[in-house]
């Protein structure tokens, strides 16, 4: 008596579909079908983490606006730069709608040669420090040499309360550390308004201002409301734009090149995964011509055979897919694990995200097996039988 | 109604320009329920004639009808192989990846059949076949004779009315060879089938009702 498992009888009660043909004519060739998917997983994953980061990115721009109650934000042409005289920040706050304006600059600085940040001028009063937490040391004064370091900022250059920093030449003396507003806050650091304009040649000039309305008095809805003011101060102020917080956080231009960034380096990622399936696929065909031929002989029609590869490249592009969102959530976990992108990457992929990222697997599944699909359909089946 | 099941007149068939005759002009009737050889020495067209009798192959001028409605313009050519007609192959041409079982069903698949029915009667025909113990294995645990019981089981799937096999007993041995031509012979005669076997070996041909013999493409004993 042999103690040997009885495989037959496991095989005994699957019953036969034309799914499990499909499934397999895939798993005969493990290896390459490994490497296959391990093609498509890496564009999934890349599209998911990519597109992923940038809309954390995004939802981090939101975040100021919104954690400041930033209704609108007014900016000459595009965002980062360009300059406004500040007396215009007095044109805004006679606006009947407009309860508060902070006049602001952001400029890309560099700390030291390997570290550069955002650098925030704003005045010592503006709202803007309401999400703010400062858990080392105070505000800065309203025109000192002072700056506040952001958490992250302060890690990376070693500073704490009380050290000195040079920066483009000029010493500024690390009154306070904060963290809370938004991750690229963390990241950066603030200074007061007129040291940040002498440090960067910028004499009267701003970057923009940033407005909170006053509550609609009418019943008129908030959307409504912050599109009426828009109107108002864009035909008060010829040749600055009003632009609503939400539109700013997603068409800034960071964004925009995050978002571009990773639509491109998706784009690749995904192509190299279809001509992945494609060569399997084609592959595969070849060398199952004379198995198609037998197919043909059997009474199967080409439009079966055809479905059936196509069912295989699909199998492929979608299990790849699935495969590739555990890629991409893992990707966005390490991020969001690594302090440096911890406040930008969310370990959580959005659901319509999964939908997109599974439905892009199986177009390219579909696509990319479509012609060895139609050629394979097309054999004849006595050309097919003679094959070798 | 015409008496003849399969009629194939003036059959040629030529490749490379013409430079090669696989067939030059056969004329062929089978009737319902009979059993035929076809032999001939290799190259003389038989495997050529038996393709074209089951609609896998296009002749280059003739045509072959079944029961009176030609099968090269008037009949649907993937019906046809899958509803009339039953393939044995000489290399048994079992796919590798599927059971006994389930190389049965494939043939199945272009019929409305629920895939217990299928598995039912792939089951069935495997028993009829002496298979039974060896549903679940795959090809290559089953030996070569076992392997052709399996291609016969698969033949008969959708109950056809005729059943082509193409040197069936070639690559086995005597034994196995007698005993697949006497299930062919059976099974032919228990469903009143017609048997057309394509054989280089007199020994084979002479179970069949009738033979005829191929030489350079041409029929030289009726």
Redesign the interface.
């Known amino acids: 008596m042999t103690l040997e498992p009885d495989?037959?009888?496991a095989?005994?009660q699957r019953?036969?579909?034309?799914f499990?043909?499909a499934l397999?004519?895939i798993?005969?060739r493990r290896l390459r079908t490994s490497l296959t998917l391990c093609g498509v997983a890496l564009g999934i994953g890349a599209f998911v983490s990519l597109v992923g980061f940038s809309d954390s990115f995004e939802q981090q721009w939101l975040k100021v606006y919104v954690n400041s109650g930033i209704d609108l934000a007014v900016v000459r042409g595009t965002f980062l730069n360009t300059t406004i005289d500040e007396s215009v920040g007095e044109k805004l706050r006679s606006m009947a709608g407009v309860s508060e304006v902070v006049p602001i600059i952001l400029n890309l600085i560099d700390v030291t040669p390997d570290i550069n940040a955002v650098f925030y001028g704003w005045p010592n009063d503006s709202f803007e420090f309401s999400p703010l937490e400062v858990f080392e040391g105070r505000r800065f004064g309203a025109d000192q040499p002072e700056i506040m370091l952001g958490e992250v900022l302060a890690d990376s250059l070693g500073k704490r309360v009380g050290d000195d920093l040079v920066v483009q030449g000029t010493t500024l003396k690390v009154v306070g550390i904060f963290r809370g507003g938004a991750a690229f806050q963390e990241g950066g650091a603030l200074m007061p308004l007129p040291q940040l304009q002498r440090l960067a040649d910028m004499g009267t000039k701003v970057t923009g201002f940033h407005v909170r309305l006053r509550p609609p008095d009418n019943g008129e809805s908030a959307r409504d409301h912050v599109q009426r003011e828009r109107r108002l101060i864009e035909s008060a102020l010829p040749g600055l734009k009003a632009v609503p917080a939400a539109e700013m956080a997603s068409n800034n231009q960071g964004v925009v090149l995050i978002r571009s960034t990773a639509f491109g380096v998706s784009c690749i990622a995904l192509l190299m995964g279809a001509l992945g399936i494609a060569n399997t696929v084609a592959m595969s065909v070849f060398e199952r011509t004379?198995?198609i031929g037998?197919?043909?002989?059997?009474?199967?029609?080409?439009s079966?055979i055809t479905r059936l590869i196509l069912l295989e490249a699909s199998i492929l592009g979608l299990v790849g897919g699935v495969i590739g969102l555990g890629v991409g959530w893992g990707t966005l976990r390490i991020l969001a694990s690594i302090r440096a992108t911890a406040n930008v990457a969310v370990a959580s992929i959005p659901l319509l995200h999964s939908v997109e990222a599974l439905a892009i697997a199986l177009t390219i599944g579909l696509v990319a097996g479509f012609i060895p699909a139609w050629r394979g359909g097309r054999l004849?089946?006595?050309e097919a039988?003679r094959h070798e | 109604m015409n008496e003849f099941l399969l009629e194939a007149s003036g059959l040629t068939k030529s490749y490379d320009n013409g430079r090669i005759q696989a067939l030059r002009g056969v004329d062929l009737r089978v009737a319902a329920g009979e059993f035929l050889a076809i032999s001939g020495p290799s190259g003389s067209g038989k495997s050529t004639l038996l393709h074209m009798l089951g609609g896998l192959d296009k002749p280059s001028s003739g045509d072959v009808l079944y029961r009176g409605r030609s099968l090269f313009h008037s009949l649907d050519l993937d019906a046809y192989r899958s509803e009339r007609v039953g393939f044995v192959f000489q290399a048994f041409h079992l796919l590798a990846t599927l059971t006994a079982l389930e190389n049965v069903q494939i043939p199945m698949f272009e019929r409305k059949l629920s895939a217990r029915q299928r598995q039912e009667k792939a089951e069935m025909l495997l028993i009829e076949t002496g298979l039974g113990e060896r549903l679940h294995h795959y090809p290559n645990e089953l030996s070569a004779g076992e392997r052709q019981r399996v291609a016969i089981a698969r033949s008969l799937a959708n109950d056809p009315e005729i059943l082509l096999a193409d040197e069936p007993t070639g690559n086995l041995d005597s034994e196995n060879s007698a005993r697949i031509m006497a299930q062919l012979s059976s099974i032919q005669a228990q469903r009143n089938m017609a048997l057309i076997v394509v054989t280089h070996e007199e020994e084979i041909a002479r179970r069949a009702q009738r033979g005829i013999r191929l030489s350079d493409g041409r029929v030289c004993l009726p």
């Open positions: 495989r037959s009888f095989r005994s019953v036969m579909t034309f499990r043909v397999k004519n798993l005969r004379k198995e037998v197919l043909r002989a059997l009474g199967w029609r080409c079966r004849s089946p006595v039988l």
